[in-house]
């Protein structure tokens, strides 16, 4: 017989034995549960992932050697589009002579440009995401010869920065690198 010493409060002897059993059985319904839990969750996360199409297009190339100086071109990158242009000697030492005291989002040119004769920007306007004018010749390009925002009159310097209008930052500079072969890596 159990002396009184060997009960609990409640009258029952062992019950260590019965509050290990019990706490077994609780972690092992909890994570039996968390487990399945998560299985059953799996297919929707795993459907919030980019798709096969959309990781292919995280990266873009391109063959700069057909581009002359003064031109621009215009690539797609992400859905979005891409202006590029190769900018002259002459467009060079202007921007890098440039003071950007007073623009409302100043930045040097030296900073916007890994390779100063070469500009690369997401041509999407930094307001309302309008596409700006100025990658074709004939097209409004704005009183610094950069881009035109026909949208709400934003206009942009050669470099892709904010000169006049809503707009409240300059234009976005994509990660890119230079590949060997005048190629050009954006992404």
Same mark, same amino acid.
């Given at each position: 017989? %159990?002396?009184? %010493?060997d009960?609990?409060p409640?009258g029952?002897?062992?019950?260590?034995? *019965?509050e290990?059993?019990?706490?077994?059985l609780?972690?092992a319904t909890?994570? !039996? *549960? $968390?487990?399945g839990t998560?299985? %059953?969750?799996?297919?929707?996360?795993?459907?919030?992932?980019?798709a #096969?199409?959309v990781? $292919?297009l #995280?990266? @873009?190339e &391109?063959?700069?050697s057909a581009?002359?100086?003064?031109?621009?071109?215009?690539?797609?990158?992400? *859905?979005?589009? &891409?202006?590029i242009?190769?900018?002259?000697t002459?467009?060079?030492?202007?921007?890098?002579?440039?003071?950007?005291?007073?623009?409302p989002?100043?930045?040097l040119?030296? %900073?916007?440009t890994?390779?100063?004769e070469?500009?690369? &920007?997401?041509g999407?306007?930094?307001?309302?995401g309008?596409?700006?004018?100025?990658?074709?010749? /004939?097209e409004e390009r704005?009183a !610094?010869g /950069?881009?035109?925002?026909?949208?709400?009159?934003? &206009?942009?310097?050669r470099? *892709?920065?904010?000169?006049?209008g809503? $707009?409240? @930052?300059?234009?976005?500079?994509?990660?890119?690198?230079?590949?060997?072969?005048?190629?050009?890596?954006?992404?």
């Amino acid at each position: 017989m %159990a002396s009184a %010493a060997d009960q609990n409060p409640t009258g029952h002897a062992h019950a260590g034995e *019965g509050e290990t059993r019990r706490d077994f059985l609780l972690i092992a319904t909890t994570t !039996f *549960g $968390a487990v399945g839990t998560l299985a %059953a969750l799996w297919p929707f996360i795993h459907q919030m992932n980019p798709a #096969r199409d959309v990781l $292919a297009l #995280r990266t @873009t190339e &391109v063959d700069l050697s057909a581009i002359k100086p003064g031109e621009r071109i215009l690539v797609k990158w992400q *859905g979005k589009p &891409v202006f590029i242009e190769h900018r002259t000697t002459e467009t060079v030492q202007l921007l890098q002579n440039d003071s950007v005291v007073g623009l409302p989002d100043p930045e040097l040119d030296s %900073a916007r440009t890994k390779k100063p004769e070469w500009l690369v &920007v997401v041509g999407v306007c930094t307001h309302l995401g309008c596409i700006p004018l100025g990658q074709k010749p /004939g097209e409004e390009r704005g009183a !610094f010869g /950069g881009w035109f925002c026909p949208c709400h009159g934003s &206009v942009y310097d050669r470099s *892709g920065r904010i000169r006049q209008g809503p $707009a409240p @930052t300059n234009l976005l500079v994509p990660p890119y690198e230079f590949l060997p072969d005048d190629k050009l890596l954006i992404g």
